[in-house]
């Protein structure tokens, strides 16, 4: 709660605590900077790099 209650003071917007707390909630998964998704919150996110996935490759050897 306090530091729900810090983000609270040091945002421009005049946010509810309730509504800071769902607001986090919502968006607990998706990478955003903090301090600007606070003065920010309704801009899409950035588009991350996407990193190419891994492939593990091995043969199954049944002699």
Do not use: C, G, H
């Not at 920010?40 to 043969?59: A, G, H, N």
């Amino acid at each position: 709660m306090l530091a729900l209650k810090f983000l609270q003071l040091k945002s421009k917007l005049a946010w509810s605590l309730s509504n800071l707390a769902a607001m986090l909630r919502w968006n607990l998964f998706t990478y955003r900077d903090l301090w600007i998704w606070l003065d920010e919150p309704f801009d899409t996110p950035p588009l991350m790099s996407s990193f190419p996935q891994l492939v593990l490759s091995w043969t199954a050897n049944n002699d």
